[in-house]
């Protein structure tokens, strides 16, 4: 079956090191996503990637770097610059980002805690 | 700028009863607009979308939508309830042309009580 997968699902780290989160899709989607999402702030749009070798930075990019070096796999690293990290990952897909309704294919979702 | 507003960050209803959760958006031109759930530590999925075809949307789950340009509004309903709905339910938008973005709501937990 198609479909998005995140790994791991939960993660912890030590404050001052970077960690990355893993995000593999087959769906043949050309556009890939990162949101975080805490509590009572709905998603926020961290990196988008509409084509391999390209991304952009969403709104709280910040502390964070991305890499598209394959169309299914985009792959997110939680730096030592990003002060609150502690939070619900989510990576998505879509066909596109151009225009139209494109609905978004998630995955399950990575648990990042700080200690 | 654009904006998706969910009146009430929880609702709760009975079991058999009407679910209601309000969307409304900001915007010139009506856009895409969309409604997800997620279940407890999941992704998203979506329920349904309305892409103007048609002002009354249907979904999975028996849950349905209207558009209402008029009420800038895209509210969710399901007439009967039940407990396995008990969810987070998104409400986003995505203007036409190059705007690429979709616009959240900061959602609505929904709590179904037996």
């Known amino acids: 079956d198609g479909g998005i997968t995140q790994s791991p699902k939960y993660l912890f780290r030590k404050e001052g090191q970077n960690v990355t989160l893993s995000c593999e899709q087959n769906?043949?989607?050309?556009?890939m996503y990162w949101y975080r999402q805490d509590p009572g702030q709905g998603l926020r749009l961290i990196y988008y990637?509409?084509?391999?070798?390209?991304?952009q930075k969403g709104d709280i990019a910040e502390g964070y770097s991305v890499s598209r070096e394959k169309k299914e796999s985009f792959p997110l690293t939680v730096t030592s610059a990003q002060k609150n990290p502690t939070a619900f990952y989510l990576c998505?897909?879509?066909?596109?980002?151009?225009?139209?309704?494109?609905?978004?294919?998630f995955g399950a979702g990575s648990r990042l805690t700080v200690l | 700028a654009q904006s998706v507003t969910q009146l009430g960050s929880h609702v709760s209803v009975s079991e058999g009863a009407l679910v209601l959760l309000r969307c409304n958006y900001s915007?010139?031109?009506?856009?895409?607009l969309f409604w997800y759930v997620q279940y407890p530590n999941q992704g998203l999925q979506l329920l349904l979308k309305?892409?103007?075809?048609a002002t009354l949307v249907k979904g999975i789950n028996g849950f349905e939508a209207e558009f209402k340009k008029s009420e800038t509004s895209f509210h969710l309903t399901k007439p009967s309830a039940h407990m396995s709905d008990a969810a987070e339910y998104f409400c986003?938008?995505?203007?036409?042309?190059?705007?690429?973005?979709?616009?959240w709501g900061l959602g609505t937990s929904l709590a179904v009580n037996p």
């Open positions: 915007s010139s031109v009506p856009p895409y």
């Open positions: 769906l043949n989607h050309d556009a």
């Open positions: 309305y892409t103007s075809a």
């Open positions: 998505a897909s879509s066909i596109s980002t151009v225009g139209g309704a494109n609905v978004l294919t």
């Open positions: 986003a938008a995505k203007g036409a042309g190059n705007n690429r973005k979709l616009i």
């Open positions: 990637s509409q084509i391999v070798n390209d991304f």
